[in-house]
């Protein structure tokens, strides 16, 4: 199970994070989030990390300019992009993985399907969906979880790029929440922090640790 634990903010925090095995470290550069860091800081973290824990820039509405630079900056082969993007926009980085965040409320699946059938007629199908509560004015880390049972029954493995589950999962629910929607990885933010913007070592750990302990065929 893939684990990425976003929004690492400085070298030191990143350094003990890795330690504890995520698969991926994610650098935010939405700036009017309290977990936003610059392209300079950001490149110090990723450099500090090991082989194994691969940084991943989180851009939202940001140009293609940015992201280029950003990328280039940071030595990043993936990009997560998690604002109001229209289909064709990633187009522009072949070069890159894409992870696409798409918000999902109440209402069911219906946006993330004309939005993948959209990206697939155009030929810009992400490499992964990550799938975030939906709340208005918000792009994520806002504590919100996804209905998984309607995940479970609504996401088109076949059809859609490997689920990413995001949205309110805590060391407390991630388990359950992998079992309900078994989705390809998991992704975490405001669930592993002891105050806003600021991340709880020991949280995280239980996080991993949590996920790395479900046994997805004991239900089977």
């Not at 095995?21 to 550069?29: T, V």
């Not at 940001?62 to 900056?73: L, S």
């Not at 064709?88 to 409320?105: H, T």
């Not at 689920?163 to 309900?180: F, K, M, Q, W």
Request: charge should be negative; hydrophobic fraction near 40%.
């Amino acid at each position: 199970m893939w684990i990425k634990i976003c929004g690492i903010k400085d070298v030191e925090t990143a350094q003990r994070i890795a330690a504890m095995g995520p698969d991926a470290i994610g650098l935010n550069f939405y700036q009017p989030s309290p977990r936003a860091v610059d392209f300079t800081v950001a490149a110090q973290i990723a450099a500090k990390l090991p082989d194994s824990v691969e940084p991943v820039g989180l851009f939202v509405n940001h140009t293609e300019e940015e992201i280029r630079a950003g990328a280039k900056t940071c030595n990043l082969l993936t990009v997560q992009l998690h604002g109001d993007e229209p289909p064709g926009f990633s187009a522009a980085f072949p070069e890159l993985k894409i992870i696409r965040a798409l918000r999902v409320g109440s209402d069911g699946l219906d946006e993330l399907s004309a939005y993948l059938a959209e990206c697939n007629q155009l030929g810009t199908m992400p490499n992964y969906c990550l799938v975030d509560a939906h709340v208005p004015g918000q792009y994520g880390g806002t504590g919100q979880t996804v209905s998984w049972k309607m995940l479970a029954r609504e996401y088109r493995r076949d059809e859609w790029p490997p689920l990413i589950l995001s949205g309110g999962l805590t060391p407390e629910n991630v388990a359950d929440a992998i079992r309900a929607c078994r989705p390809w990885g998991v992704d975490v933010s405001s669930g592993v922090e002891s105050t806003r913007g600021v991340k709880d070592l020991e949280l995280v750990q239980r996080f991993i640790e949590a996920v790395r302990g479900v046994d997805l065929n004991e239900n089977a």
